[in-house]
């Protein structure tokens, strides 16, 4: 029987923290698109709330992923922290009789190569080079997917029925959310 420390709880908690930055950073993106968060407060402001939220979900992700190196239920290495596929975590979730916690896990280490590219391009790529800024920018919506994959086959905390209903909530939320989004940019509305 797994022995709770205070390791354990900082990694979930810090968890938790991350993923609720990050639907606060894709929600408050959109909202500065669609204008929806400027009813709340002004552009400037907004702009920096957005960078302060993904500068904390830097913070949080490294709380994650680095108590895992210490950790006495799991160890990993650096290696296997940043080498995605590496780190065989395995809680008995299957589908069709494969494990889906191994490469739940491995979606995670993805997600955090996707977050820095997006978080560094931001730094100075969206006023020199805002074309590609933007399609970089665009797969933070690919990041929240790879992200709902690893929290709902990792997660303990969404093993249960209310955690688990309230993640697929969060992610009802975001699709809504996103398809909000791609009509503001005309993707979805019929040409004329």
Same mark, same amino acid.
């Given at each position: 029987? %797994?022995?709770? &420390?205070?390791?354990? #709880?900082?990694?979930?908690?810090?968890?938790?923290?991350?993923?609720?930055?990050? +639907?606060?950073?894709?929600?408050?993106?959109?909202? %500065?698109?669609?204008?929806?968060?400027? @009813?709340?407060?002004?552009?400037?402001?907004?702009?920096?709330? /957005?960078?302060?939220? !993904? #500068?904390?979900?830097? =913070? *949080?992700?490294?709380? /994650?992923?680095?108590?895992?190196?210490?950790?006495?239920?799991?160890? *990993?290495?650096?290696? %296997?922290?940043?080498?995605?596929?590496l780190l065989q975590y395995n809680n008995s979730t299957t589908f069709l009789g494969l494990p889906l916690a191994p490469v739940a896990v491995g979606f995670g280490v993805v997600s955090i190569y996707l977050m820095a590219l997006i978080i560094l391009s931001s730094l100075k790529w969206n006023t020199t080079k805002p074309r590609l800024w933007g399609w970089i920018? #665009?797969?933070? #919506? +690919?990041?929240?997917? +790879?992200?709902?994959? /690893?929290?709902?086959?990792? =997660?303990?905390?969404?093993?249960?029925?209310?955690?688990? =209903?309230?993640?697929?909530? !969060? =992610?009802?939320?975001?699709?809504? *959310? &996103?398809?909000? @989004?791609?009509?503001? *940019?005309?993707?979805?509305? @019929?040409? @004329?």
């Open positions: 029987m %797994q022995t709770i &420390t205070f390791n354990w #709880y900082l990694i979930r908690v810090s968890g938790i923290v991350s993923v609720a930055l990050l +639907l606060l950073i894709i929600i408050s993106g959109i909202g %500065q698109v669609t204008g929806w968060t400027y @009813r709340f407060m002004p552009p400037v402001r907004a702009w920096l709330v /957005h960078k302060i939220l !993904a #500068y904390s979900l830097v =913070g *949080a992700v490294a709380l /994650h992923i680095f108590p895992l190196l210490i950790d006495k239920f799991h160890p *990993a290495t650096l290696i %296997q922290l940043f080498v995605p596929f920018h #665009y797969s933070s #919506y +690919l990041l929240m997917a +790879l992200i709902f994959v /690893h929290v709902l086959y990792t =997660g303990s905390d969404v093993k249960e029925s209310l955690g688990r =209903g309230l993640w697929i909530l !969060a =992610g009802i939320i975001i699709l809504i *959310a &996103t398809a909000l @989004r791609l009509w503001r *940019a005309g993707t979805l509305r @019929r040409k @004329r």
